[in-house]
T-cell receptor
Framework: NAGVMQNPRHLVRRRGQEARLRCSPV?????VYWYRQLPEEGLKFMVY????????ESGMPKERFSAEFPKEGPSILRIQQVVRGDSAAYFC?????????????FGPGTRLTVL | KQEVTQIPAALSVPEGENLVLNCSFT??????LQWFRQDPGKGLTSLLL?????REQTSGRLNASLDKSSGRSTLYIAASQPGDSATYLC????????????FGDGTTLTVKP
């Protein structure tokens, strides 16, 4: 069984460009969570999605950030007009369909560097 | 709002020593608590998951305890090895319909040969 896949693993963008981060959950999981880790800090929750629905986006910055989890394909975290403060590691986690409070399985992360 | 604190922020010990990492949380209404290991520039490796009804979990040289009423968990590492050097994170999930985890900032452990 493949675990949570994230790509790209490393992403470099210049200020003002767009960043697209992809997450493919564990096969059969329909709950996806995105977390951000700034240098020397723990992970901070950003958004929780189910297929085609945003359940909780209380951790998402109000502007420039958006997330989706379409019926087909990976979940996408999109950051428009990136700034240096967006440089961080972005982790995706998934959990099983029926019990959303089960163990979360984490991907390897995408490390975004904004020049 | 749940807050998770890990003390100490950094710890350095000689090889072979037993050690304890601490995690405290402010809201005891949790569903589970999970300990992770993170190596520099890498992702998270799950070490132990304790459900709210459990008091402890063991895996090899690792033992995690949970005292929900006092909002504390400890990760005990026996006979530490240089390969144990990493950052250890604890995370709690709430006993509500919101499934997100709240993480501590981690304890960075260095085990000297």
């Amino acid at each position: 069984n493949a675990g949570v896949m994230q790509n790209p693993r490393h992403l470099v963008r210049r200020r003002g460009q767009e960043a697209r981060l992809r997450c493919s959950p564990v096969k059969g999981h329909s709950h996806v969570y995105w977390y951000r880790q700034l240098p020397e800090e723990g992970l901070k929750f950003m958004v929780y999605l189910q297929k085609e629905n945003i359940i909780d986006e209380s951790g998402m910055p109000k502007e420039r950030f958006s997330a989706e989890f379409p019926k087909e394909g990976p979940s996408i975290l999109r950051i428009q007009q990136v700034v240096r403060g967006d440089s961080a590691a972005y982790f995706c986690a998934s959990s099983p369909q029926t019990i959303h409070r089960d163990e979360q399985f984490f991907g390897p992360g995408t490390r975004l560097t904004v020049l | 709002k749940q807050e998770v604190t890990q003390i100490p922020a950094a710890l350095s010990v000689p090889e072979g020593e037993n050690l304890v990492l601490n995690c405290s949380f402010t809201d005891s209404a949790i569903y589970n608590l999970q300990w992770f290991r993170q190596d520099p520039g890498k992702g998270l490796t799950s070490l132990l998951l304790i459900q709210s009804s459990q008091r402890e979990q063991t895996s090899g040289r690792l033992n995690a305890s949970l005292d929900k009423s006092s909002g504390r968990s400890t990760l005990y590492i026996a006979a530490s090895q240089p390969g144990d050097s990493a950052t250890y994170l604890c995370a709690v999930r709430p006993n509500t319909n919101a499934g997100k985890s709240t993480f501590g900032d981690g304890t960075t452990l260095t085990v000297k040969p």
